[in-house]
C-alpha cells in the first residue's frame, strides 16, 4: 500500500508563482523525501527532511514536516517552465531506513 | 562520482517471452539496490531491494524476480512475462539507510 499520498494530482499555475504540494503518510518515520521526475525519466533527489526538523530550505524550494500530522509541504516559489514535472514524496515506512515508499505523486505544469 | 546504468532504455516483448533487464552502478561499493516499477501517471512500487550479494528481499508476489550476482550489478528477470508486468522500471542505489535514493533512466517495458 502507498505510505505517502500527494495532493493535489495535477497543478497548473503561471510563470512566476508559487506552487505548495501536499503529502499525508501514516505510520512513523525517521526521514521524509521529495523527488522530481520529468517524463520518462528517473526520479531526481531534490530534498530530505529529518523527522526532528520542521522547516528546510534547498534553493526555492521550501520543505516543512508536521510529524503530529504526519504531512509535508513542498513550495516551489518563483515558478519556472523548466519545473514542470512530477513531484513525487517518500517515505522510510514503520522507520525501515533501507525502504522507501513512494505515493502517487502531483503533476505539476507551469505555463510561460 | 557515482553512477548507475539501467538498460535497456525501451523493451517490447511478446507475452510468454523471459525479461532480463541490468542496472550497474559505479563508484561506489557495497551499496542497498532497488527495483520498482511505476504505472503509467502513477506513483513506484517496491518490487525488490537487496542489501548485499545474493540477499533479495521480494516486497510483492509476482511474476517476476531479482538477482545481484556482483556488489553492484542488480538483475531483474522473468521467465514468461504477462500483460500487466508491462510498466516503467526504475532501478536505484543508496548508500546507507536514510540516505537519498538515485535512480537509473528506467527501463520502459511493453508487453504485447
Known amino acids: 500500500s502507498q505510505q505517502g499520498e500527494e495532493d493535489p494530482q495535477a497543478l497548473s499555475i503561471q510563470e512566476g508563482e508559487n506552487a505548495t504540494m501536499n503529502c499525508s503518510y501514516k505510520?512513523?518515520?525517521?526521514?521524509l523525501q521529495w523527488y522530481r521526475q520529468n517524463s520518462g525519466r528517473g526520479l531526481v533527489h531534490l530534498i530530505l527532511i529529518r523527522s526532528n526538523e520542521r522547516e528546510k530550505h534547498s534553493g526555492r524550494l521550501r520543505v516543512t514536516l508536521d510529524t503530529s500530522k504526519k504531512s509535508s509541504s513542498l513550495l516551489i516559489t518563483a515558478s519556472r517552465a523548466a519545473d514542470t514535472a512530477s513531484y513525487f514524496c517518500a517515505t522510510d515506512q514503520n522507520n525501515a531506513g533501507n525502504m522507501l515508499t513512494f505515493g502517487g505523486g502531483t503533476r505539476l505544469m507551469v505555463k510561460p | 562520482s557515482q553512477t548507475i546504468h539501467q538498460w535497456p532504455a525501451t523493451l517490447v516483448q511478446p507475452v510468454g517471452s523471459p525479461l532480463s533487464l541490468e542496472c550497474t552502478v559505479e563508484g561506489t561499493s557495497n551499496p542497498n539496490l532497488y527495483w520498482y516499477r511505476q504505472a503509467a501517471g502513477r506513483g513506484l512500487q517496491l518490487l525488490f531491494y537487496?542489501?548485499?550479494?545474493?540477499?533479495i528481499s521480494s516486497e510483492v508476489p509476482q511474476n517476476l524476480s531479482a538477482s545481484r550476482p556482483q556488489d553492484r550489478q542488480f538483475i531483474l528477470s522473468s521467465k514468461k512475462l504477462l500483460l500487466s508486468d508491462s510498466g516503467f522500471y526504475l532501478c536505484?542505489?543508496?548508500?546507507?539507510?536514510?540516505?537519498?535514493?538515485?535512480f537509473g533512466n528506467g527501463t520502459r517495458l511493453t508487453v504485447t
Open positions: 536505484a542505489w543508496t548508500g546507507a539507510d536514510n540516505s537519498p535514493l538515485h
Open positions: 505510520t512513523s518515520i525517521n526521514n
Open positions: 537487496s542489501i548485499g550479494i545474493d540477499q
